[in-house]
């Protein structure tokens, strides 16, 4: 099992400490660093303020060799899609081609009335989503010396040289998740190299989209393992049940439920053996979702005594 650390600077975080998460995972043989795509938490102060999420990661790209980075996910609302796609083929090219972008439609809307974004009606952010993933993989796909053209019901681009190019070719892969049953099932299929799970997704309610989405995969004509599914976990891993407690309780603070479906909430053996029934479900990568950054002690833990248990 693939397993990757994933964060919430919205909660309250520098570049600083998100370096610092980085590099310890980098470190300690996980395979990827992701943040999440937000400028506000519902709630929380989230001191100092957000960061963005493309600058943190075109930093991060040059102080980190061999660890892939990524978000969970870029919001379609936040970048027009042309912009979009240099600053994606940029960063890959800082990192040396360790970039993986997941988007998604957007779905704060206090986030947005906070700092000036438009907030369409969601039909029209999935839409719109449809639309940016078009036009990313073809502006990506386009051969050196040819244009780019795109007429779309929001954006439209006209000779666009279509530079420049991702390192990874044809394009660094592309991440969509959701739980909604019909158009996020299509879109992954027809754009996504992995689908993702997210971390507030109950059990049956996941395998049922897992289903859907395996059918979608079908349905385009692509062999089943052309697709790696994915899922986002709350992080509270402790010795005892004493210090499980102590990380979870102001995880549920935060978001209440989220370490009740968790399979990482608990003592060492009992998150390997959750996580090994997780395969069973068809999930091949697990994002471990860590909230306190400081808490790198938790990282080390879950890497000595799970990681080695599940190759």
């Not at 004509?221 to 994915?230: D, I, K, L, T």
Request: aromatic content about 8%; charged content about 20%; hydrophobic content about 45%.
């Amino acid at each position: 099992m693939d397993f990757r650390v994933i964060v919430d600077p919205q909660f309250g975080a520098t570049y600083a400490d998100q370096l610092a998460v980085a590099q310890a995972a980098e470190d300690l043989g996980f395979s990827a660093f992701f943040r999440s795509d937000h400028y506000l938490a519902p709630g929380v102060a989230g001191l100092p303020g957000p960061t963005d999420s493309w600058v943190t990661l075109g930093a991060l790209a040059r102080e980190t060799t061999k660890i892939r980075l990524g978000t969970m996910v870029t919001s379609i609302t936040f970048r027009y899609p042309g912009p979009l796609a240099i600053t994606v083929a940029q960063v890959d090219e800082m990192s040396t081609g360790r970039i993986e972008l997941g988007i998604g439609a957007g779905w704060l809307e206090d986030e947005h009335r906070a700092y000036g974004i438009p907030f369409p009606t969601l039909g029209e952010r999935f839409d719109r989503l449809a639309e940016q993933l078009g036009i990313l993989t073809g502006l990506w796909s386009t051969p050196i010396g040819e244009t780019f053209d795109y007429q779309g019901s929001y954006y439209t681009l006209t000779d666009s040289p279509a530079l420049p190019k991702p390192l990874q070719r044809p394009h660094p892969p592309i991440i969509v998740g959701g739980m909604g049953a019909k158009r996020t099932p299509a879109l992954a299929a027809q754009f996504a190299g992995e689908f993702n799970l997210p971390g507030l997704a109950q059990p049956d309610a996941a395998a049922a989209q897992l289903q859907r989405v395996a059918e979608a995969v079908a349905a385009a004509g692509r062999p089943a393992e052309s697709m790696v599914y994915s899922a986002v976990f709350a992080l509270c891993i402790g010795r005892d049940d004493k210090e499980v407690a102590r990380r979870a309780d102001p995880v549920r603070q935060l978001i209440p439920g989220v370490t009740d479906i968790s399979p990482l909430v608990g003592t060492p053996g009992q998150v390997v053996d959750r996580c090994g029934a997780l395969s069973e479900l068809g999930i091949q990568r697990v994002y471990t979702w860590l909230f306190d950054m400081s808490d790198l002690e938790q990282l080390e833990l879950f890497a000595a005594s799970v990681m080695p248990h599940l190759p």
